[in-house]
């Protein structure tokens, strides 16, 4: 798909710039300032099931997997622009109210979007942000496209990985809604979970400071880790060994490897130390070590065994 755009435009990314295939694309504006792009959507029946979900909840959702693809980068949102199909009788003010909610925790702006019909809720959500300043406090405009930025494609082999959180909460939440469960009984024993799968929280905090203590690549957990580690190490040109996965508390192995829609960030870095050294001094949660990249390209192992193939694949056919 990116050959056939790039083709169709008759160009390719200038130098410094990054287009189709990472978390976001990275360009320069007409000043020479950089922007950072990203664009996702949801749909009803697909990413969300409103028998177990709000609308509000799916309009939640849709700006934080969207605001995620910044975080991956290291960046942040500032304004987003989302657009509404749905069917006639849908609650567009409780939908509304969910992408205001997660706007507002984000710290981004809706400035515009478009409104039409169809069959199933669709919301699509376009997200414009920015590179925060770094700590010795260069402006935003002086940091060049291309640089001071996180990508897939940065890991190196020797690097450490490392996730920002246990993994599966939202697949074992959805596990648990599909249940039947009612929502008093899933509120006393399984409310994080439960809230995981119905709203995600992309991790800003996380991915900013990460990119400020120099971690090397990262990438969101969206597709579920067996999937989203080997995006990592196919762009990079690495191997991957895993040593362990970290299971949040009610999830299943399966679930933590490949259930996905956790949001969590994949970080790579060649300073483990000072990593965890600026979560703790951020007051962030201690990111978790899960492995290392290796230099045999085609290595994709946890705990010496093959890596499991799990996690979404986008087909079509």
């Known amino acids: 798909m990116q050959v056939r755009f790039e083709a169709a435009a008759g160009r390719t990314a200038p130098p410094g710039e990054i287009w189709i295939g990472d978390d976001a694309a990275l360009v320069a504006d007409s000043g020479g300032r950089p922007l950072l792009l990203a664009t996702d959507l949801v749909v009803a029946g697909v990413h969300v099931d409103l028998d177990l979900c709000t609308v509000a909840d799916l309009g939640f959702k849709a700006v934080m997997v969207t605001v995620s693809d910044l975080a991956a980068m290291g960046g942040r949102p500032d304004h987003l622009l989302v657009s509404v ?109 439960v809230q995981a799968h119905r709203r995600p929280v992309a991790r800003l905090a996380e991915g900013d400071t990460a990119r400020l203590a120099g971690a090397t690549a990262a990438i969101d957990v969206s597709d579920g880790l067996a999937a989203d580690v080997r995006h990592l190490a196919d762009a990079s040109g690495v191997g991957i060994a895993l040593d362990h996965v970290p299971v949040a508390m009610g999830a299943t192995d399966d679930e933590a490897l490949g259930g996905g829609e956790d949001y969590e960030l994949i970080i790579a870095t060649a300073g483990p130390d000072g990593l965890v050294a600026a979560f703790e001094s951020a007051g962030l949660r201690v990111p978790i070590a899960i492995g290392r990249c290796t230099a045999d390209p085609e290595e994709r192992t946890l705990a010496g065994s093959d890596l499991p193939h799990l996690g979404w694949r986008h087909l079509f056919s």
């Open 85 to 193: 199909a749905a069917p006639p009788g849908t609650d567009l003010d409780g939908l509304g109210s969910g992408v205001a909610e997660a706007a507002t925790a984000t710290g981004c702006i809706v400035v515009g979007g478009d409104l039409s019909t169809a069959p199933v809720v669709v919301v699509s959500v376009a997200a414009v942000g920015s590179i925060p300043p770094g700590a010795e406090g260069e402006g935003e405009n002086t940091i060049p496209p291309g640089q001071g930025v996180l990508t897939r494609s940065g890991a190196r082999a020797g690097d450490s990985l490392f996730v920002t959180g246990p993994l599966g909460s939202s697949s074992a939440g959805l596990r648990i809604l599909q249940a039947g469960i009612s929502e008093e009984e899933a509120a006393k024993g399984f409310g994080s979970l």
